[in-house]
C-alpha cells in the first residue's frame, strides 16, 4: 500500500491565487516528519516545508504553509499568493521514527503534482 | 554555505557499461543519501551513508554500490548498466540523517544506449 498519496497529477492555478497541494499519508509510527519539496524543471528537489508529528502548530515558511489533519492523515501544502515561478513539480514525503531516533532515515516520496501558474 | 554539489550533471553510457557518481554534501553535514528518480517509479530510496558506512539500504539490486570518504563526499556506482537505469540520480545531505531535512543537490541524468 501506498504510504504517501498525491491524489492530483496536475494543478492549474492563476497568478496571486492561494493554491492547496493535497497529501494524505499512512503510517502506524506515531513518531513522524512530513516534507514538502518543489521540483523544478531543473531537478533539484528544493525543501519547502517540514511538519513533525507532534508539533502543536501548523508549520508555515513565508508564503507557504501546512494543513495537518492528524486524525485524517492529511498534510496538505497551501500556496497564498501564487506566482509564475511557482511552476514546479511538488512533492510530499515522509519519515518515521524521527523523534526517539528510529528512523530509518530515507524519506518516503508521494507521486508529486504537478502545479502551473497562468499569468 | 555551500549546497549540496553532484557531479557529472549528465552523462550517456552504452548498455553493459560502468558509472560512478559524486556527490559533495553541505559543509558540516555527515549523512548522505542517494535516491533513483524515473518517470514509472517515482523517487525511490537507494541507500545512506553516515560516517563512511551504509545505514540503511534501499531495494535495489548489488549492481547499485556505494561509498562515503573521511570528509564525507559520497560516491555511487553502478555496473553493467542497463537501459532501466536511465534516471536522475538525486543526492541529498543531512547533519545526523534521522531527525533533520535532507537537502538535495542538482542531480545527475543518466542515459543508457
New interface residues.
Given amino acids: 500500500a501506498q504510504k504517501i498519496t498525491q491524489t492530483q497529477p496536475g494543478m492549474f492555478v492563476q497568478e496571486k491565487e492561494a493554491v492547496t497541494l493535497d497529501c494524505t499519508y499512512d503510517t502506524s509510527d506515531p513518531s513522524y516528519?512530513l516534507?514538502w519539496?518543489k521540483q523544478p524543471s531543473?531537478?533539484?528537489?528544493?525543501?519547502l516545508i517540514?511538519q513533525g508529528s507532534y508539533d502543536q502548530q501548523n508549520a508555515t515558511e513565508g508564503r507557504y504553509s501546512l494543513n495537518f489533519q492528524k486524525a485524517r492523515k492529511s498534510a496538505n501544502l497551501v500556496i497564498s499568493a501564487s506566482q509564475l515561478g511557482d511552476s514546479a513539480m511538488y512533492?510530499c514525503?515522509m519519515r518515521e521514527?524521527?523523534?526517539y531516533?528510529g528512523?530509518?532515515?530515507?524519506?518516503?516520496?508521494?507521486?508529486?503534482t504537478k502545479l502551473s501558474v497562468k499569468p | 554555505k555551500a549546497g549540496v554539489t553532484q557531479t557529472p550533471r549528465y552523462l550517456i553510457k552504452t548498455r553493459g557499461q560502468q558509472v560512478t557518481l559524486s556527490c559533495s554534501p553541505i559543509s558540516g553535514h555527515r549523512?548522505v543519501?542517494w535516491?533513483q528518480q524515473t518517470p514509472g517509479q517515482?523517487?525511490q530510496?537507494l541507500f545512506?551513508y553516515?560516517s563512511e558506512t551504509q545505514?540503511?539500504k534501499?531495494n535495489f539490486p548489488g549492481r547499485f554500490s556505494g561509498r562515503q570518504f573521511s570528509n564525507s563526499r559520497s560516491e555511487m556506482n553502478v555496473s553493467t548498466l542497463e537501459l532501466g537505469d536511465s534516471a536522475?540520480y538525486?543526492c541529498?545531505s543531512s547533519f545526523d540523517?534521522?531527525?533533520d531535512?535532507?537537502?538535495?543537490?542538482?542531480?545527475t541524468?543518466l542515459t543508457v544506449l
Fill in positions: 516528519g516534507f519539496y531543473s531537478g533539484e528537489m528544493i525543501f517540514y512533492f514525503a521514527g524521527v523523534y531516533g528512523s530509518q532515515g530515507n524519506l518516503i516520496f508521494g507521486k508529486g | 549523512s543519501s535516491y517515482g523517487l530510496f545512506e553516515f545505514r540503511n534501499g536522475l538525486l541529498a540523517g534521522r531527525s531535512t535532507q537537502y538535495f543537490g542538482p542531480g541524468r
